[in-house]
T-cell receptor, first 113, second 112 residues
Framework: GDSVTQMEGPVTLSEEAFLTINCTYTATGYPSLFWYVQYPGEGLQLLLKATKADDKGSNKGFEATYRKETTSFHLEKGSVQVSDSAVYFC????????????FGQGTTLQVKP | EAQVTQNPRYLITVTGKKLTVTCSQN?????MSWYRQDPGLGLRQIYYSMNVEVTDKGDVPEGYKVSRKEKRNFPLILESPSPNQTSLYFC???????????FGSGTRLTVV
């Protein structure tokens, strides 16, 4: 079945460091891919998305490119801030017409001043 | 403001006492879904709905019920809660699943 694998955390970085969180997926068909962010005590917020191969999603300095050849959707940011500390989830839209999201396990990012 | 509203935010209850977690969205979305989030298990879908009166099971439906009598509302019902249903629950909605979902703020449920 469809699945998403994320790098395990926690990831600890200093402010202004470069961030990469790896995400690979297994899916039938052509799913849409997403990154969600969960700040402490809050719900999930859609950070960015890509709906087809080679699409690049971007928002708030974060970017991810839909790579069909490597089945990957890695999240990157050039210079992280303390306010980026959160849990990041990679997800894909499942096959069929269920509207289902399949999530990775989540990666905790901690940014230190 | 476009949003998904869940209530309550926090709930402590006893085993076997029926409860309902409400979910409402103001975006006229077709799709609605319930997830539970547990440490080490990530987010798992409980039930989903593609439109009024159309619901189906997700990955972990046991012990839960839902209904979709109106487009905006999608309550989650626990007829006889048990401690293994202690979790953080999220409701979400989307016009079209492939576009991404808007999530509610979550309901932290503790069953003792």
């Amino acid at each position: 079945g469809d699945s998403v694998t994320q790098m395990e955390g926690p990831v600890t970085l200093s402010e202004e460091a470069f961030l990469t969180i790896n995400c690979t997926y297994t899916a039938t068909g052509y799913p849409s891919l997403f990154w969600y962010v969960q700040y402490p005590g809050e719900g999930l917020q859609l950070l960015l998305k890509a709906t087809k191969a080679d699409d690049k999603g971007s928002n708030k300095g974060f970017e991810a490119t839909y790579r069909k050849e490597t089945t990957s959707f890695h999240l990157e940011k050039g210079s992280v801030q303390v306010s980026d500390s959160a849990v990041y989830f990679c997800a894909l839209s499942g096959s069929g017409n269920t509207g289902k999201l399949i999530f990775g396990q989540g990666t905790t990012l901690q940014v230190k001043p | 403001e476009a949003q998904v509203t869940q209530n309550p935010r926090y709930l402590i209850t006893v085993t076997g006492k029926k409860l309902t977690v409400t979910c409402s969205q103001n975006m006229n979305h077709e799709y609605m879904s319930w997830y539970r989030q547990d440490p080490g298990l990530g987010l798992r879908q409980i039930y989903y709905s593609m439109n009024v009166e159309v619901t189906d099971k997700g990955d972990v439906p046991e012990g839960y019920k839902v209904s979709r009598k109106e487009k905006r509302n999608f309550p989650l019902i626990l007829e006889s809660p048990s401690p293994n249903q202690t979790s953080l629950y999220f409701c979400a909605s989307s016009q079209r699943g492939a576009d991404g979902y808007t999530f509610g703020s979550g309901t932290r449920l503790t069953v003792v």
